[in-house]
T-cell receptor
Framework: EDQVTQSPEALRLQEGESSSLNCSYTVSGLRGLFWYRQDPGKGPEFLFTLYSAGEEKEKERLKATLTKKESFLHITAPKPEDSATYLCAVQAERDDKIIFGKGTRLHILP | DVKVTQSSRYLVKRTGEKVFLECVQDMDHENMFWYRQDPGLGLRLIYFSYDVKMKEKGDIPEGYSVSREKKERFSLILESASTNQTSMYLC?????????????????FGSGTRLTVV
């Protein structure tokens, strides 16, 4: 069964304190792995798609990396406005549906 | 600016009422999805549609139905609302996976409808 597990569930960091969020996945034939950001009371906002092991993508203070079993979202020198829930999701080759993890709630303290 | 629009941000309904949640997208996307999101449970797929008049059950379809009469509109129907259907409901749309480069865009989500059933 296809599955996505994110850790930690919640993370509190001081402003400027870099860290990483983890997404472990099992899927029969990966088409793509996605990262989304979700602010409270809003829908998820698409950040990145990663397709194959070794791939990396960056956007401002965020960098996503991918291996055959997991993905990391690295946050460098975060700011309070980076506070949000970050969702990881995978799409199998056979399907248009994507499977979401439960997310990591990130809180950056000023 | 392309977007997915959900008709209501907040909705309060009584137990037993028939409830309609509307979703419209202006991106000419073939695929549309309905999720519910609950604390500790994450996003769970209720129904999805890959084309007009087409619908398929997701992981938790019980108590729900959908309608897709036009490409841009996907409606979620709660046949007889119950308190355990109190939740945040999210609509999303996407390009089909057989379209080259489609995955570069992922899903586009609406802002959500927070439904309370009393």
């Amino acid at each position: 069964e296809d599955q996505v597990t994110q850790s930690p569930e919640a993370l509190r960091l001081q402003e400027g304190e870099s860290s990483s969020l983890n997404c472990s996945y099992t899927v029969s034939g990966l088409r793509g792995l996605f990262w989304y950001r979700q602010d409270p009371g809003k829908g998820p906002e698409f950040l990145f798609t990663l397709y194959s092991a070794g791939e990396e993508k960056e956007k401002e203070r965020l960098k996503a990396t991918l291996t055959k079993k997991e993905s990391f979202l690295h946050i460098t020198a975060p700011k309070p406005e980076d506070s949000a829930t970050y969702l990881c999701a995978v799409q199998a080759e056979r399907d248009d549906k994507i499977i979401f993890g439960k997310g990591t709630r990130l809180h950056i303290l000023p | 600016d392309v977007k997915v629009t959900q008709s209501s941000r907040y909705l309060v309904k009584r137990t037993g009422e028939k409830v309609f949640l509307e979703c419209v997208q202006d991106m000419d996307h073939e695929n549309m999805f309905w999720y519910r999101q609950d604390p500790g449970l994450g996003l769970r797929l209720i129904y999805f549609s890959y084309d007009v008049k087409m619908k398929e059950k997701g992981d938790i379809p019980e108590g729900y139905s959908v309608s897709r009469e036009k490409k841009e509109r996907f409606s979620l129907i709660l046949e007889s609302a119950s308190t355990n259907q109190t939740s945040m409901y999210l609509c999303a749309s996407s390009l089909p996976i057989n379209l080259e480069g489609a995955a570069n865009y992922g899903y586009t989500f609406g802002s959500g409808t927070r439904l309370t059933v009393v």
